[in-house]
């Protein structure tokens, strides 16, 4: 094994670096009592305080978490499926469609699913959101499923048909089992997509509708503000939560090198 | 594995409701997109009737004449690629001394270099963009100490923030995970006595790197550019937080046709030219990175 010089580690500490310092400051200020998000002046909490008496933000909240659920919920069931039909059969159609939403621009199926909406007089507003996420989510299940299912025994799946299980009681008592920390995985990962999408919501939120993400967003066009800095530290901390358990529960989430 | 007796009913059955949904929610209005671009604006935004009060169908080319006539957009897509572009070369100088680092190290240091990498990726993305409205802030120690510095050399302060420093710097920021995934995958393959053969052989470690871990790693770096690249085309968040009144994209030209001028038609042709751009630097990347892996698929 080479081992990396000097050089090497000082370079990598410096791409650690710029990956974590613009995060670290975004913490820091939210404790910081100033306006301005300057340099430091004292420790406070008024910032907290500040945010959880908005009440623009706590229901952009309860929108972002209502979203989320439906979204994460319905786009596991739906991508479970997706995962155990790619894994089982050849197929050439739903491969595509799984991975197209996630292989283009992002602002793509935001405009095409606003202008789908409007065309067939859908209102726009937490139903619409919520069915755009759900089709962007759906991929993300799949393929965490199916890298699961990749490393499973099917022998099993089989003993259980063979001893004369219906299909439907071999895959609530054995597949569903042996699957379940990838469908936690994906579900958990569905729901931190869901509640961080800024730009598809952006799109078929319509002027009613604000969700975290679009709250935080009309707040820093307007003026920086340390609640801004108070609501991402604890949204970063959910996202953070929510990413390491889905990891501790299927290792190959965080290695895209391997299967997916 | 083995065929079971209805394999058929079961197919449709579990593949059927995922393929319906993306049929619906996906594949309809990406369609619907397509046929919107051949249409006429709306007197008051989205798109004209179909059949207007003569009779006349609606069905023309005018978005995409108006797109190929007029330099202007023409322009917003060099631009847009010129900004990718830089994002990719920067992240990939970035990149790379991180993912050889990552691959070189332990089994066990490995996994938590690989999660520190991908970690920032997972926070939310605006806030990701807010935390360089603070870095590059006029009143923030950065801006001043920039000023002071060119104060002493005379010249005028420039502002960090709303300008187009500001908006590669965050294109970089959240690209950077993109480059050193499948860069470190592919590092991660080399085979060590490659590099101990040619050392024995007299190369310096300059030749080591230019001549052996380069050119194998150049599968991993298209696949990196692909993934820079493409997304950093069609963003529209970054210039329309941080950019400065010239730093209009791609992206933001759409999110103009749709939400401002109300074009459809035209922000429809925008989003096509896009898609068509993007695929077909993904398909040079991977044909590129087919052809280059060769028999040494890494």
Known sequence: MRRGSPW????????????YLPLLIVVVYS???????????????????????????ISAAGNSLLIGVTASLAS??????????MHRYRLRLLPILILAPIAIPEILTGVS??????????????????????????????????????????SLTEAARDCGASPGRAFRYVTLPLIMPGVIAGALMAFTLSIDDFVITFFTAGAGTVTLPLQIYSM????????????????MLLTLLLIVTAAKLSPTLLRSDRET | MPAR???????WLISGPPLLYLLVFFAAPTLIMVLASFRSPGEFGGLAPLVDATGRIDLNVDSYVRFFT????????????????????????????????IARSGKKHRDLLLLLVILPFWSNFLIRIYAWMIILGPNAALARLVNRVLALFGAQPVPLLFSSFAVLVCLVYVSLPFMVLPLYANLEKHDDALLDAAQDLGANAWQRFWRITFPLSLPGVYAGAALVFIPALGIFAIPDILGGPDDTLIGNLIKQQFLETRDWPFGSVLSIMLTLAALLLAGTAAWIGRRGAGDSRA
């Open chain 1, 8 to 19: 090497l580690w000082a370079s990598a500490l410096v791409a650690y670096a710029f990956l």
């Open chain 1, 76 to 85: 596991t069931v739906l991508g479970t499926m997706a995962g155990m039909a």
């Open chain 2, 70 to 101: 007029e330099p202007v957009f023409f322009q917003v897509f060099v631009k847009s690629a010129w900004y990718a572009a830089l994002t990719t070369v920067v992240c990939l100088l970035l990149a790379y001394p991180l993912a050889s680092l």
């Open chain 2, 5 to 11: 007796r209805p394999t058929r009913l079961a197919k």
């Open chain 1, 113 to 154: 699913l606003l202008i789908f909406f409007v065309l067939l007089n859908f209102t726009l507003g937490l139903m619409s959101v919520a069915l755009a996420h759900i089709a962007f989510c759906i991929g993300f299940v799949a393929i965490v499923v199916r890298a699961r299912l990749a490393g499973m025994d099917e």
């Open chain 1, 220 to 235: 820093i066009k307007i003026s920086v503000t340390p609640e801004v800095n108070a609501v991402s530290t604890l949204l």
């Open chain 1, 31 to 57: 404790f910081n009592d100033s306006r301005l998000n300057a340099e430091w002046v004292g420790f406070t909490l008024d910032w907290y305080r500040k945010l959880f008496a908005d009440g623009d933000m």
